[in-house]
């Protein structure tokens, strides 16, 4: 079965700074990887998603994500991180078993942004 | 309403108490998911539910009971719940059942509460 590893359960940047979230994943073929944000009080939202071609996929609010099949990892950054970009994110990966694809998710990383 | 929404958002009862959640899709999609939501713990997945017919059960204890009566409505039926049980229950549905990279909308959730 696959996995899915977030290091770090807390990350706090600066406003303005790099933000990097941590990702790797096991599988033995290769995945679709997805990266969620969850604000408070709110359900998920999908920020991007990796399927196959460029590697370097780009999502909503200047996030974007590299999937480094060597490395399977799939890290998410933003160059410069704001105020509104604190929440939780959630990396997931698809994976079939029993014929049905399902979700594999990660504990989750929650980003503090400081002033 | 628009997206996914959940009802109530907010639920505190009793051990011996007989509770429903309700999640409702305002998107047209075919397929519907229960998940739990626990602190430093990966999503859960509960239950699936393609075109009203449960597809997936995983192994998930019979106080939980879901019912969907039709591709716009999910029902989870708690009773005599454990404390254990306490958590956020997301709601989640996507235009077919996953077919590798289909993306989820989320609802906001049921903080759960069991005393």
């Known amino acids: 079965a696959q996995s899915v590893t977030q290091l770090g359960s807390h990350v706090s940047v600066s406003e303005g700074a790099l933000v990097l979230l941590r990702c790797n994943y096991s599988?033995?073929?290769?995945?679709?990887l997805f990266w969620y944000v969850q604000y408070p009080n709110q359900g998920l939202q999908l920020l991007l998603k990796?399927?196959?071609?460029?590697?370097l996929v780009k999502g909503i609010n200047g996030f974007e994500a590299e999937f480094k099949k060597s490395e399977t990892s799939f890290h998410l950054t933003k160059p410069s991180a704001h105020m509104s970009d604190a929440a939780e994110y959630f990396c997931a990966v698809s994976d079939r078993t029993s014929g049905t694809y399902k979700y594999i998710f990660g504990t989750g990383t929650r980003l503090k942004v400081l002033a | 309403e628009t997206g996914v929404t959940q009802t109530p958002r907010h639920l505190v009862m009793g051990m011996t108490n007989k509770k429903s959640l309700k999640c409702e899709q305002h998107l047209g999609h075919n397929a519907m998911y229960w998940y739990k939501q626990s602190a430093k713990k990966p999503l859960e997945l509960m239950f699936v539910?393609?075109?009203?017919?449960?597809?997936e059960n995983n192994s998930v204890p019979s106080r939980f009971s879901p019912e969907c009566p039709n591709s716009s409505h999910l029902f989870l039926h708690l009773h005599t719940l454990q404390p254990e049980d306490s958590a956020l229950y997301l709601c989640?549905?996507?235009?077919?059942?996953?077919?590798?990279?289909?993306?989820?909308?989320f609802g906001p959730g049921t903080r759960l509460t069991v005393l």
């Open positions: 539910y393609s075109l009203e017919e449960r597809v």
């Open positions: 989640a549905s996507s235009q077919e059942l996953l077919a590798g990279a289909q993306e989820q909308f």
């Open positions: 599988s033995s073929v290769p995945p679709y």
């Open positions: 990796y399927t196959t071609g460029a590697t």
